[in-house]
């Protein structure tokens, strides 16, 4: 199977790509990316032989044309990703999530290729915390932010050309993921990297937001288990029962560093931040057979720690300019 993932040099494509090589030795995978400044070059270094990389735009159609003729199957994982940063300049959220998802369609409708398009919670807005109610497939959209919006839009594109064209596509909304290769502007990495350079760890607001965590490998299975077994036109929701807040994770990470737990800061909070988000996956565990290997998110988030602790040549030489990003918009609170 011909398979082209498009933001493969990403965080969670390109542990797609190298799960996919791992797992599936019938794939031969093509990877499209821009390479925005969330791709990391090095992190695909190891299997440049076994992997075609195109480095190109999903909104240029005619090289997306060219590409998706030669594919059985189209894997949409390309984005902007970055809830701050899309509050910042939410220009390249539309072009990329909206037009770029665009593009893509139009593509496989003209080649009859299979989509699986790669989307968040995030679109059904937030949740309360201590509500016992957790999104379903059938939960309004309700998106928040500028990336949010853009991320349901594509989805509600996609789902368009299900109905109206008969494009095969299946969507997945998967909730907040941890691993290795995640960038440093992102809530885990960025603390693991903070208290490993002497910085100490930022919260928004009061932390008590909450987030469904889950390992990437989980999510890209079940991306697997949707391409291979899901009904076409259909949503499933990814998720691994992982809600903790955000003052727990940092608590987390300062332990296992040998840090105090008390050793943060809170700074100003997002603007428009999300409460909670909690995904009920039932329909993947019933239907498609899926369930997640990392259980336990303590283990789970010191694998990680780990990962960060072993490969700082990954990361390091970036870390100054995102922490300088950053604090031009956040100051600490008393
Ligand atoms: P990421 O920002 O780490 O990676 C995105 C990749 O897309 C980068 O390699 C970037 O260079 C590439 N890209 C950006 N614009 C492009 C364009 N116009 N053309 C081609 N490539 C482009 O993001 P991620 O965290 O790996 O997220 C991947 C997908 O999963 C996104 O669609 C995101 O919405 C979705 N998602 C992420 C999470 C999460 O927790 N990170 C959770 C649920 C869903
Ligand atoms: O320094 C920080 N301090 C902090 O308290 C950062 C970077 C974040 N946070 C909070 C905000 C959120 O409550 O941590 C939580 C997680 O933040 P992000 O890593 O920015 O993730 P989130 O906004 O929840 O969105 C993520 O999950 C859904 C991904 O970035 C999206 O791409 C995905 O769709």
Not at 161 to 174: E, G, I, M, P, Q
Not at 176 to 202: A, D, M, S, W
Request: proline share 4%; glycine share 6%.
């Amino acid at each position: 199977m011909r398979v082209l993932v498009t933001g493969g040099a990403g965080f969670i494509g390109a542990n797609f790509v190298l799960r996919t090589l791992a797992t599936r030795p019938d794939a031969t995978l093509t990877v499209l990316d821009k390479f925005t400044y969330a791709a990391n070059p090095s992190t695909l270094e190891s299997v440049a032989d076994r992997v075609d990389v195109v480095r190109g735009d999903i909104a240029d159609a005619a090289l997306v044309d060219r590409l998706v003729a030669e594919t059985d199957l189209v894997v949409n994982f390309a984005a902007e990703s970055h809830n701050d940063n899309s509050l910042a300049d939410p220009s390249v959220f539309v072009q990329t999530n909206l037009v770029g998802t665009y593009t893509l369609l139009e593509a496989v409708r003209r080649h009859g290729v299979r989509l699986h398009h790669v989307s968040t919670d995030e679109v059904y807005g937030d949740l309360d915390l201590n509500d016992p109610v957790r999104f379903t497939e059938s939960t309004a959209y309700n998106p928040s932010s500028p990336y949010s919006a853009t991320k349901a839009g594509s989805d509600l594109l996609v789902r368009a050309w299900v109905r109206s064209f008969d494009v095969a596509a299946t969507l997945s909304n998967c909730s907040n993921n941890y691993g290795p290769y995640q960038h440093i502007e992102k809530f885990i990495p960025r603390q693991i990297t903070n208290v490993l350079t002497g910085i100490r760890p930022k919260l928004y607001g009061d932390g008590r937001n909450v987030r469904d965590w889950i390992h990437v490998d989980d999510h890209n299975d079940a991306v697997w288990a949707i391409i291979d077994r899901g009904r076409l036109g259909e949503t499933y929701l990814i998720g691994a029962d992982g809600e903790v807040d955000n003052r727990t994770v940092v608590q987390q990470i300062l332990t296992l560093l040998d840090h105090p737990a008390d050793a943060f800061d809170f700074v100003t909070d997002r603007p428009g931040h999300d409460r909670r988000y909690a995904i009920d996956p039932t329909r993947l565990r019933t239907e498609l057979g899926w369930t997640p290997t990392y259980t336990d998110f303590a283990a789970g988030l010191a694998a990680t720690v780990d990962w960060y602790r072993t490969h700082r040549e990954w990361w390091a030489p970036h870390k100054d300019a995102v922490e300088s990003g950053y604090s031009a918009t956040q100051q600490t609170l008393d």
